[in-house]
């Protein structure tokens, strides 16, 4: 017989017919069994839901058209851990399509099939479906029906509603907490060509908290990155996720689950996935249940924690010391209040609150201040806490908090950027404390807005960057939520301007507020 061997190196696929055996062989160039060449289209295309995607590719082929048909589809770019989804888009030369597709990263394939021979040139391309133009600006973390959602406001003040579920992200739950996640996000996909998975490095990410849930969405597509299953390198016994810390730069992250602490390293190789939670101490806490919050440095390379059971100041490190997978005793704090101890104290946490260094990118040192309760007298103080790392720490002061102080009574409490004060909401009113020592209860805490009757305060952040010094209000009707947005007259002082400078509102209850500016 006599064997006869087309090669075709743009397929990487050889076709074979037998003829006969004589050990002559022919070959044929890439354009000789199939002359298609396709051009024109970009290598990274964005197209937002809902919207039109045209594409008019340069297709130049020789011979007879009529046996050749036309395809375009596309697959999940990113599947953490699953085989990517296929879409089939459309059968003709060009492209015209209604973008249903849910937001999310997409490998997007022009295919031009000789019907004949069975075989086909191929070109492929990054597609992003972006469900809004959503980037910088404020986001409001709500929930309505037991569904954990967000809507966002750009800089010019348009508002994009229900943003996760426009890609049918959103998550099951009351709305708790958020964080961005800026830069060196990592996660992995299975490319659907190779099988292979790859990491993708350098992305911007957002996660989302729920009484029920953990989500982290791709913070330029508002697609999915991962789930709660998919978060953690072994996924803990009981979802539970009450608070979460990603900084601005090194790509860090830390999240509080049932009690316990896990992190990610971002100067490390990751894949975007949250260790096993740091261990308590063998001889004071063995066993930890933490406070929901936590007080990062401006490194974001260090965390000060409280354990409930043993009720001990803790610090950890996400990565750069031996100790990484172990709480320590905040033994070591710097303290200008005293011979206080802060290991096994005989106070229980009530409100932990600091500013925020993804927010606050001009402060070098963190500011904390925790609010606790005397188990014996039923007493309060407030720890003031400037918080530079393990080994720059300085509890600066344990101040009594006066009897009829509302403070440790209110629902919601914020620390302020700069300056010895909290801010704190109880009904519909905004009120400061000012923890200078010194003053009288009637000098330290003082009425600052009184938003209208019926609206309650949930939520108050104080942000202060190179372009602005605001503290908004977040507010519930009982069907909607409201933001308030009030000018500071200046830094490290609570005076403000109480004529709200901008006004938002929206469906559901507010529960947290994030500030984006990079």
């Known amino acids: 017989m006599k064997k006869r061997i087309f090669i075709i190196g743009l397929c990487s696929l050889i076709f074979a017919s037998c003829i006969e055996d004589s050990g002559n062989y022919t070959y044929l160039s890439e354009k000789e069994v199939l002359p298609v060449v396709i051009s024109g289209i970009d290598e990274n295309i964005t197209a937002k839901q809902g919207g039109q995607l045209k594409l008019l590719p340069n297709v130049s082929i020789a011979g007879d058209e009529s046996r050749y048909t036309y395809r375009w589809y596309a697959t999940d770019r990113i599947s953490a851990g699953a085989l990517p989804k296929k879409f089939e888009i459309g059968s003709s030369r060009n492209l015209d399509l209604t973008v249903n597709l849910p937001v999310g990263q997409y490998y997007l394939y022009y295919e031009i099939r000789d019907a004949e021979k069975d075989i086909y040139s191929r070109k492929r391309v990054v597609l992003l479906v972006v469900g809004s133009d959503v980037s910088y600006g404020w986001y409001i973390l709500k929930d309505k029906n037991n569904v954990t959602d967000f809507d966002y406001i750009n800089e010019d003040g348009e508002m994009t509603a229900t943003v996760l579920t426009l890609g049918?992200?959103?998550?099951?739950?009351?709305?708790?907490?958020?964080?961005?996640?800026?830069?060196?996000?990592?996660?992995?996909?299975?490319?659907?060509?190779?099988?292979?998975?790859?990491?993708?490095?350098?992305q911007k990410a957002l996660h989302v908290l729920s009484s029920e849930d953990f989500k982290t969405i791709d913070a330029q597509t508002m697609g999915l990155f991962k789930?709660?299953?998919?978060?953690?390198?072994?996924?803990?016994?009981?979802?539970?996720?009450?608070?979460?810390?990603?900084?601005?730069?090194?790509?860090?992250?830390?999240?509080?689950?049932?009690?316990?602490?896990?992190?990610?390293?971002?100067?490390?190789?990751?894949?975007?996935?949250?260790?096993?939670?740091?261990?308590?101490?063998?001889?004071?806490?063995?066993?930890?249940?933490?406070?929901?919050?936590?007080?990062?440095?401006?490194?974001?390379r260090a965390v000060l924690v409280f354990d409930k059971n043993s009720r001990t100041f803790m610090t950890g490190a996400v990565g750069g010391s031996g100790n990484d997978a172990s709480l320590r005793p905040a033994t070591s704090l710097q303290t200008n209040a005293g011979n206080l101890s802060l290991v096994k104290m005989p106070y229980t946490m009530v409100t932990m609150c600091s500013s925020e260094p993804l927010e606050t990118n001009l402060i070098s040192t963190q500011q904390g201040y925790a609010i606790m309760k005397n188990m014996t007298d039923d007493t309060y103080r407030i720890a003031a806490v400037l918080y530079g790392g393990t080994g720059a720490t300085l509890l600066k002061s344990f101040n009594a908090i006066d009897a009829g102080s509302q403070l440790p009574h209110a629902p919601v409490v914020a620390c302020a950027a700069t300056g010895n004060f909290l801010y704190f909401g109880v009904g519909n009113k905004v009120s400061y404390y000012d923890n200078s020592p010194g003053l009288s209860l009637e000098d330290k805490e003082k009425l600052l807005v009184t938003l209208p009757a019926g609206e309650t305060v949930s939520a108050i952040k104080n942000v202060y960057n190179n372009s602005m010094n605001v503290m908004a209000v977040l507010a519930n009707t009982g069907t909607h939520w409201k933001l308030y947005v009030y000018k500071i007259k200046a830094m490290g002082t609570p005076d403000l301007v109480t004529t709200p400078e901008a006004t938002y509102t929206g469906e559901g209850n507010g529960r947290f507020i994030m500030y984006r500016s990079f």
């Open 227 to 300: 789930t709660f299953d998919e978060e953690f390198y072994t996924t803990p016994e009981r979802c539970d996720p009450q608070y979460v810390f990603s900084f601005n730069t090194g790509g860090d992250a830390y999240v509080i689950n049932a009690g316990q602490l896990h992190s990610i390293y971002g100067m490390s190789a990751n894949i975007g996935k949250f260790a096993a939670p740091k261990a308590g101490d063998p001889e004071i806490a063995p066993v930890v249940d933490l406070f929901p919050y936590a007080i990062i440095t401006s490194t974001a």
């Open 168 to 202: 049918g992200n959103q998550l099951k739950g009351t709305a708790r907490f958020m964080s961005n996640h800026s830069s060196r996000y990592v996660t992995t996909y299975i490319d659907e060509t190779t099988g292979a998975v790859t990491k993708l490095s350098g």
